[in-house]
Each structure stands twice: as C-alpha cells, then as structure tokens.
C-alpha cells in the first residue's frame, strides 16, 4: 500500500497525526509520501484545506482519503484491508 501524507510544519494536527504514523510504519508495511502544502506541487491531490491529508492507493488505486486528526484505529483499518 502507497500513502501520500499532506501536512505542515506549523499545523498542531499534523504533529499528532505523524506521531501516529510513525508508530504504524513498525507494525505495518506501507510505503509513504510526505508533501508540505506549503512548499509542495499538491495540486494535484485536492487537499482541500483541512490538514492533515492521508491518500491511501492500493495498486495505484485511491482507496481512502483522511483529512485532519483520525484515531489510530481508522488507519489501521484502511491498512489492513485486503492484505
């Protein structure tokens, strides 16, 4: 599984949301993307505006899209959907 992360250095959300992600990527295997939304070509994601923005992609495939804080359990269950 691809996951394209939006964040920014200054958004509180994002810092919680990375804590997070670094703790899955011992568990799980995904591959990730990090992009600033400052200083990124974004564009083509639509972010919209709410940050953070986690784009999960199975066989280059949008499976699921998270914007803002989401509970562990959320990404966990897009993780490990069809594995």
């Known amino acids: ?11 509180p959300s994002c ?6 992600i670094n703790k899955l990527k011992n568990d799980y295997i995904f591959e990730i993307e990090e992009l600033d939304y400052d200083f990124d070509d974004i564009e083509k994601y639509n972010p919209g505006k709410i940050l953070p923005v986690l784009i999960f992609y199975k066989n ?7 914007c803002g804080e989401h509970k562990k359990e959320e990404i966990i269950n897009i993780l490990e959907r069809d594995v």
């Open 1 to 11: 599984m691809r996951v394209i992360k939006i964040s920014s250095l200054g958004c």
């Open 60 to 66: 280059n495939t949008e499976i699921a899209r998270l």
């Open 15 to 20: 810092i919680i949301m990375n804590n997070i």
